[in-house]
């Protein structure tokens, strides 16, 4: 993942028929943005090394990024993705938290991205495994009101409401006057009633995630690091056993047993 807001360099490496590097005559770049519109930033021309072609953008939007590059003679074409987090990512861990505790240096940033979607993927896991929500962020959801009036929020737990409107936005409810409770349930206390489709926004999340949780996605992050390094074997079975069976995803059994396990054998 990538910072919103920081700079991605798209690298090329243009070879002619021979296999030697090569400026082409011509390059041109298509970035397609995660809101379906595209930009076409310039490609400096001549490279400062011949045949290394090398973009810097600058980005602007979260999400998913196509870009495509395509010269003329040689004539060549190349295509790839990058991804850019949000400004508020939701992580149960923050970045610097996780490196601190694999001993990586605050200005080492060679493994920053890895480390980003480690992150994600062991907040995402945790989610499932709680069936709950950890990290903070912010959720709209459009919601048709039951026979009493009520909306029913998907998320939970609830930490607070940002905004009720109708979806033309005619409409609107002030927060103060609507009471949610646990199960996420969206009651008005003063006003008009619900009626109609509402766009409901609000943060789902705890005010404090507990500590015992963040230590499970640290361990899970550590998992994956040190997979990727070769430092550690997969274990299966025993006392020594690293990882929950029957699952889709690895998750460390000691990370297990912080989140609350009833698996066999997990004291």
């Known amino acids: 993942m990538i910072d919103l807001g920081s700079v991605v360099q798209i690298a090329v490496d243009v070879r002619d028929a021979d296999g030697i590097l090569t ?37 602007g939007q979260s999400g998913r990024h196509i870009w495509r590059l395509v010269t003329t003679g040689p004539v060549t074409a190349y ?41 994600a993927s062991a907040t995402d896991a945790i989610e499932k495994h709680l069936g709950r929500a950890v990290a903070r962020r912010t959720v709209t959801e459009r919601c048709t009101p039951d026979r009493y009036g009520q909306v029913l929020l998907g998320e939970l737990p609830v930490f607070a ?3 009720v409107a109708t979806p033309d936005g005619s409409q609107t409810w002030d927060t103060d006057d609507l009471d949610v409770d646990d199960t996420g349930t969206v009651t008005v206390l003063a006003g008009p009633a619900l009626s109609r489709a509402v766009d409901v926004t609000y943060q789902a999340g705890p005010a404090v995630i507990p500590d015992g949780e963040q230590q499970a996605a640290l361990i899970i992050v550590q998992h994956m690091w040190e997979t990727k390094r070769g430092a550690m074997g997969v274990q299966l079975g025993g006392e020594g056993e690293t990882w929950n069976p029957g699952r889709g995803y690895s998750i460390p059994r000691r ?10 054998g997990v004291a």
């Open 79 to 119: 295509a790839d993705t990058f991804d850019v987090q949000d400004a508020a990512p939701d992580g149960i861990v923050s970045l610097a938290r996780t490196k601190r505790h694999l001993g990586i240096d605050p200005s080492d940033t060679s493994e920053d991205e890895d480390l980003r979607a480690w992150i």
């Open 23 to 59: 400026d082409p005559d011509t390059a041109t770049l298509t970035i397609t943005l995660p809101d379906g519109t595209t930009t076409s930033p310039s490609v400096p021309l001549p490279s400062s090394t011949a045949g290394e072609v090398r973009v810097d953008y600058v980005t």
């Open 161 to 163: 409401l940002v905004a």
């Open 255 to 264: 990370a297990i047993e912080l989140l609350g396990s009833n698996l066999p």
